[in-house]
């Protein structure tokens, strides 16, 4: 198997972000914190998908001729899965500015001191957001313990089903800031309440429908037909025709809301549209002819 040297952290939603790593003794880029997720909360198309967006990252910005993975670790039933430090060479680790992130394993965990907001870099050489910032980006997938291994077998989701979900589920998070979460790691601060964008739609039928960017009909099709496109799941999901078993959203166009960590559903202290006011929400969400949400929240199905 090869070894990788570069590592790629990925944000949450807000998605999550990447560490990466390639086969080079000099201190180009091998370290950087993705500038963008995936779009799709904690989905990141498994290990392969989330490997393939930090490359393509990386290819953005001219440095696509190293092998570059994504520091996630995974699951599986019956004992640990695969764990993020062992996805990623043995160092050492530059960011794109040349400075030293961690000659080796060890220094990149037990002994880091040197992974902070301003040496935890985007692929472009940028800042990204912090605690104190507006808004705060400091939150980072990794699935991971703090020593960079898989967890322990246990009754909790840590990996959004293996970077699969984008609905249920949780995802371990660390801050690349080291700041929040009741410790100091950059790899494992708290878990995520859940695995979705939480105002994707909302967000998308604001700065799309009603900035005149695309049309309701344009909307329907990003949301909902398309994804099942992607996922190989049409014309089962994404189309209301009869044999299909597409779950219904009733949208209330005019509903007003303002986003807020004080009342999202996410498990994190900061939303990144903190205050930002949003027109349209869905009312309900009907699926298998069950209403399994109203405005109010989630309802029992059983």
Known sequence: MMKYKHLAILFLAV???????????????????????????GDL?????????????????????????????????GKRGESARDRIGNGPWYNVKGVLIAENLTELHLYNRTIIKETALN????????????????????????????????????TCNNWTSSDAGSAQLGHHDRHGGGNLSWTSAHGSRGCSMEHRLSLL?????????????????????????????????GEIQAGSDADIIIWNPKKENIISAKTHHQNCDINIYEGFKTTGSPEYII????????KEGLTNTK
């Not at 472009?124 to 912090?130: A, H």
Request: aromatic content about 8%; some cysteine.
């Open 15 to 41: 998605s999550l972000f990447g560490i990466t790593s390639a086969n080079s003794k000099d201190n180009t880029m091998s370290f950087f914190v993705t500038s963008a997720g995936s779009g799709k909360g």
């Open 205 to 237: 039928y604001t700065c799309g429908v009603l900035a005149n960017k695309i049309n309701i009909n344009q909307f329907v099709d990003l949301v909902s037909t398309q994804p099942a496109k992607i996922f190989g799941l049409y014309p089962q999901k």
């Open 287 to 294: 699926a298998r002819g069950k209403i399994t949400f109203r």
């Open 45 to 77: 198309g498994g290990l392969a998908g989330a490997d393939a967006h930090c490359q393509a990252l990386a290819t953005a910005v001219g440095a696509g001729n190293r092998q570059w993975r994504a520091y996630l670790s995974t699951e599986e039933d």
């Open 123 to 158: 692929e472009k050489g940028e800042l990204v957001n912090g605690r104190g910032d507006k808004p705060n980006q400091h939150d980072i997938l990794t699935g991971s313990m703090d020593d960079g291994t898989a967890y322990f077998p246990d009754d909790k989701d840590h």
